[in-house]
Nanobody, 124 residues
Framework: QVQLVESGGGLVQDGGSLRLSCAMSGRTLSSYTMGWFRQAPEKEREFVAVISRSGASAFYKDSVKGRITISRDNTKNTVYLQMNSLKPEDTAVYYC?????????????????WGQGTQVTVSS
């Protein structure tokens, strides 16, 4: 059925950049609102960004605004998270998630499908 696979994580220095990708298989990406979440060691999973089905609307966690951009290419069944000016506090496992509805939510409970996660580590 629906599968989500993240890629692009790694180790970067303070101030560096990464672009995460999330590819969907088994369904058409354009039918889903797509979100990115992250979970740091011993912390709760938290919302990072969400994008509407068409890509026309997006919403971000306040602390990442101006540094992180979510985008999607429905022709490639892929959603992206471009991360610039990374800080040590951005270190976490990053997950993409899919919601079959057409409304934007920041709660993880609204998302039906999740990827396996990709590790992002920002060194100081």
């Amino acid at each position: 059925q629906v599968q989500l696979v993240e890629s692009g994580g790694g180790l970067v220095q303070d101030g560096g950049s990464l672009r995460l990708s999330c590819a969907m298989s088994g369904r058409t990406l354009s039918s889903y609102t797509m979100g990115w979440f992250r979970q740091a060691p011993e912390k709760e999973r938290e919302f990072v960004a969400v994008i509407s089905r068409s890509g026309a609307s997006a919403f971000y966690k306040d602390s990442v605004k101006g540094r992180i951009t979510i985008s999607r290419d429905n022709t490639k069944n892929t959603v992206y998270l471009q991360m610039n000016s990374l800080k040590p506090e951005d270190t976490a496992v990053y997950y993409c998630a899919a919601d079959p509805g057409n409304s934007i939510y920041i709660s993880a409970s609204h998302y039906d499908y999740w990827g396996q996660g990709t590790q992002v580590t920002v060194s100081s």
